[in-house]
């Protein structure tokens, strides 16, 4: 379930106003835990002029979900005669329910811009170049009011829903793919009953299976019981796009029922990697495991299939800024350019943002492989970006799907 203070601390409130000497910035933000990384992402979005005001648009980004909204008060001393905001609603981490239900929120934040551009105090806090919330009770007032009442709203849709961590529809589309896993595995042609060999072939090479998307098997250890699966041209990515959260519940119960079958005990998948999480990922990656008190060891195993997968990527990493610029010219770059150079290669980097300062520079790298249950992709990756930047550095693998990397300045 979506527990109310999970759901709390995933979600932010952000109101933005268009300045004409700073341009775009952001004044408040409402949240149980601040987190600034999107706020450069989402005040480029009030340069676009042709966006249509008081209409919610709902886009992805990385890993959050966000619906906002653009409004105008009148002020016939502003250039224009307008001063224009932004209210902006935001979930990090978000399921595909809250997704789906996110672009319902347009009435909750009509109400409250509607409230909004009757304040007096909303020409007030455009004079601040730092605006406190707690100075301005009434806007406060309203900009929790619609979080909390939107929080109402998504925990609505997980009533009945207690145990489990998925939400309602991936249980939901989870169930109906377990189902028809089960009348696929009884379908499946195999010559030699007893062989689990037998049985994959007849799996990948299935007509029915091909309809959802490409299934290769990655690696598979009968004796451990456990496998990788990666599935390319997912029907439900195809559909949906990117969208910032996982959407293959549904081929997650269907192999799940398939390998139980297989295999003769039931076991658990869990995706591990979507391709509606990010543009940049192409395949879904699924973990065979088997349930009870053993699965987190023998998932442990599979991680090592995970590392070896990481680190040829991380070798074509080094290999196209070899063949791009050159070995010796690459290391006589400036240590913060030749980061940039490396994440620009990597090709299980997603996107990086810098904060850069006078004693260090920070990297805030979105990475394919975050999502794995121990560290062992981050300890080899910190290595792999010491040793091919000569650059020393320190890795710090975050729970919103972004790893800090930093180093700092020759003038600390």
């Not at 619906?67 to 001393?77: A, V």
């Not at 829903?161 to 109906?176: C, F, N, P």
């Not at 042609?189 to 037998?198: F, G, I, M, P, T």
């Not at 394919?368 to 930047?389: A, F, G, L, T």
Request: glycine share 4%.
């Amino acid at each position: 379930m979506a527990e109310r203070a999970d759901l709390r601390n995933r979600i932010n409130v952000m109101l933005f106003h268009f300045d004409q000497r700073l341009g775009p910035r952001l004044l408040f933000n409402v949240a149980e835990i601040q987190d600034t990384r999107i706020t450069a992402s989402l005040t480029r979005l009030m340069d676009f002029n042709f966006l249509e005001e008081n209409r919610a648009f709902v886009n992805a980004m990385a890993n959050v979900v966000y619906s906002s909204m653009f409004f105008s008060i009148p002020n016939p001393i502003a250039r224009g005669g307008v001063e224009q905001f932004m209210l902006s609603f935001v979930i990090f981490d978000p399921t595909i329910t809250e997704y789906l239900t996110i672009s319902s929120l347009e009435e909750e934040m009509s109400k409250i811009i509607s409230k909004l551009i009757l304040l007096s105090e909303m020409f007030i806090i455009i004079t601040y170049t730092n605006p406190i919330l707690e100075e301005f009770p009434e806007v406060e007032n309203l900009l929790k009011s619609l979080r909390d009442n939107t929080i109402s709203v998504f925990q609505d849709i997980f009533i009945g829903q207690i145990e489990g961590t998925k939400d309602a529809i991936s249980q939901i589309l989870g169930k109906i793919g377990f189902e028809a896993g089960k009348q696929i595995a009884q379908e499946l042609r195999v010559e030699e009953e007893d062989s689990v060999k037998a049985y994959t072939d007849a799996l990948v090479n299935s007509p029915i299976l091909t309809r959802w998307g490409n299934i290769n098997i990655l690696h598979f250890d009968p004796g451990e019981k456990v496998a990788t699966i990666s599935v390319d041209g997912s029907i439900w990515t195809e559909s949906l796009g990117v969208i910032a959260t996982k959407t293959c519940a549904f081929i997650e119960g269907m192999l799940e029922a398939i390998f139980s079958k297989i295999l003769d005990e039931p076991i658990i998948c869990d995706e591990m990697r979507c391709a509606s999480e990010y543009s940049y990922v192409k395949d879904c990656i699924f973990q065979i495991a088997p349930g009870g008190s053993s699965r987190e060891i023998t998932a442990y195993k599979e991680d090592q299939t995970i590392k070896d997968m990481g680190a040829q990527e991380r070798e074509k990493a080094v290999e196209a800024i070899i063949s791009d610029i050159g070995e010796k010219f690459y290391h006589e770059l400036d240590p913060m350019i030749r980061l940039i150079q490396l994440f620009n290669k990597a090709p299980f980097v997603s996107d990086h943002f810098i904060q850069d300062s006078e004693e260090e520079v920070k990297f805030l790298v979105v990475c394919n492989y975050w999502r794995y249950p121990n560290e062992i992709m981050c300890n080899s990756c910190e290595k792999w970006i010491r040793k091919s930047s000569k650059v020393p550095v320190n890795l710090l693998k975050s729970k919103h799907r972004i790893c800090e990397i930093t180093y700092e300045t020759e003038n600390q």
